[in-house]
DNA sequence: CTGAAAGCGCTAACAC
DNA sequence: GTGTTAGCGCTTTCAG
C-alpha cells in the first residue's frame, strides 16, 4: 500500500568521465571551466554532462573541498538599525557557513558616497569569492559590481538592486509592490476622511526608496483620490534630520491624516509625531520592524510595518552565493524574499 | 584589512573515537543509540563526546548513509484547495529529498474521522521513518501519535497541531495570531460603521480553526465593541455547505458588515456574496491564497487574505524531520512559519 | 561486545 | 593536456 518512489539512479562524475571516455579529473576541470583542456575536449564533456543530466552531488563537494570560501559584505555605515540587523544576521548565519566551508565578513561603506563604494567594492577583486552589497544604483556602482564579475566574483545585491549590473542575483523584496501595499493599506485606515498625505524618504538616489515611493504614489492616485499627497521629503535615513522635519511638516498641515515613511530615520518621526499629540489621528506606516518600529506599533503610533525579513535575507543571500559559486540547483521559491505586513496583532 | 575568521577546527568523529579509545564504529553506535555497546562504554563515550562539543558533520553523514530515510506525509482527504497545494509541494520538494537521500509519498485520509486517522497512522510504524501528519487534534489521534513515536518514528505535525502529543515539532503558523489579525484587519477596514460581523469555520473539532476563532473573537470584542459578532457557522469546509449557509445569513443579516471566514469552502462564501449583490460592502477575511482566493481579492470581493506558506511549509517539515532523525541542528528561526498577509496589492 | 576496512561522490595534489 | 590517487568525515558490512 506503500509505495515508495524507486531511486532514480543518479549520475555521478564517474558516470560521466566513463562515458566521455575521459578522467575524473578532466570532468571536473570542464565543470569548473579550468584551464588546461582541449576545447574539443570541453565541448565533449559538456555534451555528456548535458546527455546524462548530471548533477553535482553538493554534500560530497563540500566534504572534498580543501579552502574555504570567502564572502564579503558590503553594508552601508552609520547608524541605521535595520542595517545593524543584517549585520547581526551575517553572524549568525556564520557557523552554517562554516559547515559549509565557508566564511563571511562584513565591512561597512558609506552609501551615499557612490565612489568610496565603488572604489571599495573594486578593491575587492582577488580577496574573496562571493561580495553581497547592499548600495546605491549609480553608473559607478555599476562599473565595480560588473568588474568584479568579470573577474569571476559572484556578487549578489541586496535590499537595494542595481538591475543594470551584471549581478549574479537580488534578493530582496519588490520594493515597488511594498509601496503599493503602503497605500493599500494607510488609504484603508484612513477611510473616508479627506486630507493630506506625508512622504518621508531617504533620498531619491536610492532605488529602493525610489521604487517605494512610485508604488506609493502610483495607488494613492488612482485609489484614494480624496487624499492629496504631499512633497517627500528627503532625510537622509537620520532622526536628526527627520524630526525637525517632520515637525515642521505637522505644523504646517493641519489637515495631515497619513504619513508614509520610506526608508530609516523612523525614531526621529516617531518624536514628533509623539510630541505634536496628533499620533493617534494620523495614520502612520513606515518599513523594518526593528525595536523601535515595534514599539510604536505596540503604542499606537505606528499603524503598520512593512518588513522584510533581514535574516532570511543574509541567508538567502549566502545560499545563492555559495549554489552560484558550486553550480548547484537553487529552488527559486525558497529565495524568494516576502514583505511582511505587521500590524499591532501578528508581532512575531 | 580583510580579516577572515580563522578556522574553527571542528572534532570528527575520529577524535572522539581516538580520545575515547574507542574504534569509530562504537561510537557511532552510541551516537545512534544501536545495541550491542556495554553501558559502562556508553556512558564513557557520551561524556568524550560531551567534552569534545563533537557535532557530526551532516554532509558526511549523508553521503556515506546507504537507505533512504522514508517520511510520510499524511493529509486530509477531499477537495480542499490549501491542502492539494500541500501535495503538490510535496511533490516538489522530491528531487531535493532524493539527493538528501530521502523519499516521501503523500497519503489522503478522512479528517473529520479521528479513529480513521489514528488507525492509519498506528498502520505506518515500521514502514517508514518519518510521519507528517496533519490532523485532528482527539485522544485517538493523539494516542496514535505517541505510540508511533515510542517506537522511534520522527512525527512533525502540520497546519494544525496536536501539542498534548510527543510530536518532536509542530510546523505551521500561531492560529491565534492569525484570528487576532483577522479581526484587526476586518475591524479597521469596515472603519466606523456598525453592524454584525458573520462567522463561518469548517469545525469546531479543528484545532486551528477553533485558535483562530478564539484569537478573532478575544480582539472584537476588546476593540471593536461596535461591531457585534454573529455565532459561528460550521461548514465542513466544504462550498456545497457553506454556500446555502452564507446566502441564508446573508438574507438574514441586513446589516451585516463584515464577514471571516476561518476554514475552506470560500468558493461557496464567494458565490453566495457576489450573487446578493453586496460584496462590496461587505468586508470579507478569508485564509490561504489559494487561486480562487486570489480571484476574489483582484476582484475586490475578498479584502485580504491570510496565508500560510504551503511551499514552505512542506520543506520546514522535511528538514526538520530529517534533521531531527540525524540529530542535525536546526535554525528556529529559519523554521517559523510566518503568516503572511495578502491585499490586493502585495499578490505575488 | 568491539574493531578494521571499504566505500559514498567529489576535490586537489601530483604525475605523466 | 590529461590521468592517478589520496583523502574529506561518516556509515556499514564483516570479522573477531
Redesign the pocket.
Known sequence: MIVLMSDPP?T???DVARAAG?????V??V?HGRA???ER?VEHVRAVVERLGYR??PA??R?????RTRVVFVLPSGTNTFVDMLDKQVHAVLPWLAEQRATAVVQRVDVFSPDALARHLVGLRGRCDAVVVMGQDHPLVRAAIDELVAHDVVVVTLVSDVPSSRRARFVGIDNVTAGRTAASLLGRFVGSRAGSVGIVMGSRALRDHAERLFGFEQVMATEYPHLSLLPPIEGQDLSARTEPAVAKLLQRETGLVGLYSIGAGNRGIQAALERSGRADRIVWICHELTPQARQALLSGVADAVINQDAGHEVRSACRLALATL?GERVLPDQERIRLDIFLRDNLP
Open positions: 543518479r555521478s562524475l564517474h575521459v578522467s575524473l579529473a578532466t571536473d576541470r565543470l588546461g583542456v582541449r575536449t553535482p552531488d560530497a563537494a566534504l572534498a573541498r580543501k579552502s558550486s
